[in-house]
């Protein structure tokens, strides 16, 4: 990855200055309500350790994707009554992130305050990284922090625009984020495994490219597997797959043999005639499976195979679901391979990371997210972390030498 070290927020001289921090509160909502807290909750150590320190809080973030206009079902309003509950605290709330009502309400902050802003993306200089906006953003602080992992692969003005406006410093959920997901993939413990699944080989193709260069091994499964197992000839009857991709799969396979990863595959699958919940199904080897059997989730043999290879490694990296984990009982191969992998990190012989998407559902439906090391709220930037992609949101926040040097001074 990148040089330059990362600021850290605990270097940042805060006590009695205005501290813009970029949040992700792009959080689930249901009837007008926080539905699933999780993102709250991350926010709370960065905004406890300001408030601790006398800084005036002032949390930036965006919510859904209004595209450039005020909207106001997509308003962050909603989030001020849950967060001032977990925090404990009141939370003020400003009706847009920049301009006389920002400035208004920044100036009415005390030492310790915190106050939310307005929807970033209700202004379309935010997600086209206007250099107008982001040092309207940056004039109402004097530092700024980053915890928000799960969007900083967006260049956008509250990410990155700003940042280059006012000392910068990484939050201590981002730092937490950073730090694992580095530890699991730059200098893991070896054997490395990587199980990938999902449904697309085509939304994943620069990340199992660039798996294959740093894993030992690499199981692919769900019906993004289908793909592979097609271009290595066996008959996927009516599963899900891609034929555009069979070439893609090949290449795939290729790199992996000429990186030494080895690249594991179902051995055999569960079939069924239909997706529908307990479906009449059956256990099927590669070569056996009908012209109109589609295949649902990995077969016995092939759990046993992969609970093998979780057990002699030392570090896994885990994105994508392994079957139709959403329809019982066609989730068993996610679950159980799930279960043996929290077991092992149980044991403290697994260091266990996942995280994007689906991935967090379906961990927490086998019920395990809480026994893995560490399992990331983020979608998107996991995947584009996973791929080797610089975030642009964590690039402007290294340090270049001289800036340590001035630091020290
Ligand atoms: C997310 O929810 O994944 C992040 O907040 C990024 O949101 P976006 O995909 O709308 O940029
Ligand atoms: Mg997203």
Redesign the pocket.
């Known amino acids: 990855m990148s040089e330059g070290k990362i600021a850290r927020l605990e270097d940042a001289q805060v006590s009695g200055k205005r501290v813009l921090v970029r949040v992700?509160f792009?959080v689930p909502m249901a009837d007008g309500k926080v539905s699933d807290d999780t993102r709250l909750q991350s926010a709370l150590p960065t905004i406890e350790w300001l408030k601790d320190k006398g800084a005036r809080i002032i949390l930036l973030a965006?919510f859904g994707?209004p595209k450039g206009k005020v909207d106001a079902s997509q308003s962050l309003k909603p989030v001020m009554a849950p967060l001032s509950e977990r925090l404990g605290a009141p939370v003020r709330f400003a009706g847009d992130c920049i301009g006389k009502q920002a400035e208004k309400a920044v100036g009415e902050l005390k030492d310790g305050d915190v106050l939310l802003l307005e929807n970033t993306r209700f202004h379309a200089g935010e997600e086209a990284n206007d250099a107008e906006f982001a040092a309207q953003l940056a004039a109402l602080g004097e530092i700024y922090v980053n915890d928000a992992f799960?969007?900083a692969h967006?260049a956008h003005a509250s990410t990155e625009g700003v940042a280059r406006l006012l000392p910068a410093y990484a939050g201590l959920a981002l730092q937490r984020e950073l730090d694992h997901v580095t530890a699991a993939l730059e200098n893991p413990e070896r054997p490395l495994l990587a199980i990938v699944g999902g449904a697309k080989v085509s939304t994943k193709i620069d990340l199992l490219m660039n798996l294959v260069t740093k894993v030992n091994r690499l199981f692919v499964g769900g019906a993004m597997a289908n793909t592979f197992l097609a271009a290595k000839g066996a008959d996927v009857g009516k599963s899900l797959y891609e034929p555009d991709l069979l070439g893609t799969a090949r290449e795939i396979i290729a790199a992996a043999e000429k990186s030494g990863c080895q690249l594991l595959l179902p051995e055999d699958v569960v079939v069924a005639r239909e997706l529908k919940a307990k479906a009449a199904r059956r256990v099927a080897g590669l070569d056996e499976i009908a012209r109109d059997e589609m295949i649902l989730d990995c077969g016995p043999a092939t759990i046993d195979a992969l609970a093998d290879s979780i057990e002699s490694a030392k570090t896994l990296v885990w994105n994508g679901p392994l079957g139709a984990f959403e329809m019982t009982p066609f989730d068993t191969g996610t679950v159980e391979a799930a279960r043996f992998a929290a077991q092992r990190v149980r044991e403290r012989k697994l260091v266990a990371v996942a995280g994007g998407g689906d991935t967090v559902s379906a961990l927490n439906h086998a019920r395990v997210a809480g026994d893995f090391t560490f399992v990331s709220t983020?979608?998107?930037?996991f995947l584009e972390w996973l791929e080797g992609k610089p975030l642009p949101g964590i690039e402007v926040l290294r340090q270049m030498p001289q800036t340590d040097m001035d630091a020290a001074s």
């Open positions: 992700d792009n965006h994707r799960s969007a967006r983020a979608g998107g930037a």
